[in-house]
């Protein structure tokens, strides 16, 4: 790929010469410092078992709703992209990898422009060495280039771990999984980096998951100390909270549809749980009691200390048949506008001063940066700004997101990156595309004589290696 962009030094720095020369040397300051991932999806089993990767298009392509989403936009059937996985789909019936892939390189041209784009084509330079981009007339030059690479023994989980100079990665697990994986991954003398688990409650806390009452059946058998009903549901919690503790996590994440939080006593919360066990909660019993577990999870972590993490606003599974056949995470969650400042209060009426809280609020509704999540965490000691995700991990709203929020909150009361991703092989290109832009955001402050550029050398260094382990208690 001789020539190519992803490989350019100024990649995402400024046009303007003098303030590119700013942002090259804060860029350089940072550049080789270990990554810290607290929020991701990676598998820890892969990293413990050390698994060769699959096939290119297993790995790059029908996994990843970012690539698959945009490709269907152009008129191209899932069936084509990813295997079934719905309620009537067959897993078998996948289809062939290179099919996949010669889908993809004939429509590789769409992801100009979109961070998608930037992460594949840094991938393809950085880490498979391909010396041509993807094309629509010869697919398999780049595909057995990239099977080629997945074969070389130093091309394996644990190998790129270490060159990919990670220091933590942060999984999303179950609250009933084992941690198996991670017990072994830190028994492991030969292993030095963190693989650490991430608590999900969100399928024990969501009536309406459609596996809710089996779920919370199974937590109160394996963890309620051998209670019934609300008392030992909450019991069941914390004890596996306590477990995640033991086995070195440190945050709690939520996936939910908003942040309400809603405070309940004791009983009016196990006439809500009772219902619903018994199949008769209405819609607004079930916004109420995800609501009130929320604010349950927020005493939780002022408890224990596990720092919880929102991450609200997204319509999951807006295409019903795409669902039905491909399951989630299959390209069709659209964002919708949340409201912070309201939902929000019940927890920091209570909690907001509270001793070694950490509340890291997300969104994806970029309306609220400067108008409520900046002033919130302006004010609340336990209040952090979440970095970009999902749809605004991209340069140009990352860059939104520092422009909307530092005016009011300054850079000490964000997360520092996250990169929030299952492809594993993207994580270097993700982080390095957010230092490039905190470096062109802080170059532009010292080019306007708004920071001193000594300073600007400190807070990117912060930025990028204090705030996630300042915030995230590592």
Not at 164 to 178: C, G, K, Y
Not at 296 to 310: C, F, H, K, N, P
Request: include cysteine; aromatic fraction near 10%.
């Amino acid at each position: 790929m001789s020539q190519s962009i992803a490989a350019h030094p100024d990649r995402l720095l400024p046009a303007d010469p003098g303030t590119r020369r700013i942002a090259q040397d804060l860029l350089q300051r940072v550049q080789d410092l270990p990554i810290i991932s607290p929020h991701g999806h990676v598998d820890a089993a892969v990293i413990e078992e050390n698994t060769p990767f699959p096939d290119p298009a297993a790995l790059l392509v029908s996994p990843d709703h970012y690539v698959t989403r945009l490709i269907h936009a152009s008129g191209v059937d899932h069936n084509l992209l990813r295997p079934q996985s719905g309620a009537k789909g067959d897993p078998s019936a996948a289809p062939e990898s290179r099919t996949v892939w010669r889908e993809f390189c004939k429509a590789w041209p769409l992801f100009e422009g979109t961070a998608s784009g930037y992460w594949l084509r840094n991938q393809f330079q950085s880490v498979f060495g391909l010396r041509q981009e993807p094309t629509a007339e010869d697919p398999d030059a780049s595909y057995d280039a990239i099977s080629a690479k997945l074969q070389e023994p130093g091309f394996r989980p644990r190998e790129l771990f270490k060159d990919f100079n990670i220091e933590v990665l942060a999984t999303t697990d179950d609250p009933l999984d084992t941690l198996a994986s991670h017990r072994a991954i830190a028994e492991d003398p030969t292993f030095h980096g963190r693989v650490l688990p991430t608590f999900r409650p969100d399928a024990y806390l969501n009536i309406a998951h459609p596996a809710w009452a089996e779920n919370v059946d199974r937590l109160i058998a394996a963890a309620g100390d051998g209670g019934t009903g609300y008392g030992a549901y909450v019991t069941a919690l914390e004890n596996r909270r306590r477990y995640f503790l033991e086995h070195g996590a440190v945050s709690a994440d939520h996936g939910v549809l908003t942040p309400a939080t809603l405070k309940l006593d004791a009983a009016d919360a196990a006439r809500l749980f009772d219902r619903a066990r018994s199949g008769q909660a209405t819609a607004q019993d079930r916004d109420d009691f995800e609501a009130h577990m929320m604010y349950q999870m927020a005493r939780m972590s002022v408890e224990d200390g596990l720092v919880m993490t929102i991450h609200p606003g997204s319509y999951r599974n807006h295409h019903e048949p795409t669902f039905n056949t491909f399951g989630a995470d299959s390209g069709h969650d659209i964002p919708f506008a949340i409201n912070y400042t309201e939902a929000i209060r019940p927890v920091l009426q209570d909690f907001g001063t509270a001793a070694d809280f950490h509340l890291v609020l997300f969104t994806l509704d970029e309306t609220v940066f400067s108008r409520e999540l900046a002033p919130l965490a302006g004010f609340y000691p336990s209040v952090y700004l979440g970095a970009p995700w999902w749809f605004l991990d991209a340069p140009d709203a990352m860059l939104r997101f520092r422009s909307a929020v530092t005016e009011t909150a300054g850079f000490s009361r964000s997360s520092g990156f996250i990169d929030d991703t299952r492809a594993f092989c993207s994580i270097p290109a993700r982080h390095d595309a957010s230092r490039r832009i905190e470096a062109s955001f802080l170059a532009r402050l010292v080019a306007e004589h708004r920071v001193s550029e000594d300073r600007a050398h400190e807070l990117i260094v912060d930025i990028v290696d204090g705030s996630p382990r300042r915030v995230f208690k590592l």
